[in-house]
């Protein structure tokens, strides 16, 4: 059997897996989700939301059955507006960044940590030159 067949078919199986319910995305998380954005705001702490890559076959397999209305409904759409990163695309077709149809490796990993860190503008801080380890922003 074709290697990029087997792929396309584990992409759908993984799909029906996790997706089977027609929601999506659990109430009470949906709701928790909502208290950690509203505590953040009372804080004063930005949040990110970011979209990992995927592979085409995964990508494929969920907009093939899903509308991206049905993956990201409206009341989380509002809130995913404000800083957020969408790198679903990033490395589509670059299968080798991948240990499955969603998963990055150790490469793709660094990649893509390399991307945000440049896309927030954040300089790297090694673990001897601060003692609380925080990172900050630009």
Known sequence: ENPEDQKEQIASHRFNQYFTEKTLID???????EKIILLAEQKNITLFFIRYPVTSYCKDSIT???????IYPLSLNKTLQKNFLDYEDL????????TDSNHLNYFGAEKLSKKIRLDLNITPI???SSSD???HLS
């Open 64 to 70: 093939s059955q899903l509308s991206v209305e049905e």
């Open 27 to 33: 109430p009470v998380a949906e709701e928790y989700f």
């Open 91 to 98: 490395f589509l077709n670059n299968h080798d960044l991948f």
């Open 133 to 135: 380890n925080v990172i």
């Open 126 to 128: 090694t673990m001897n």
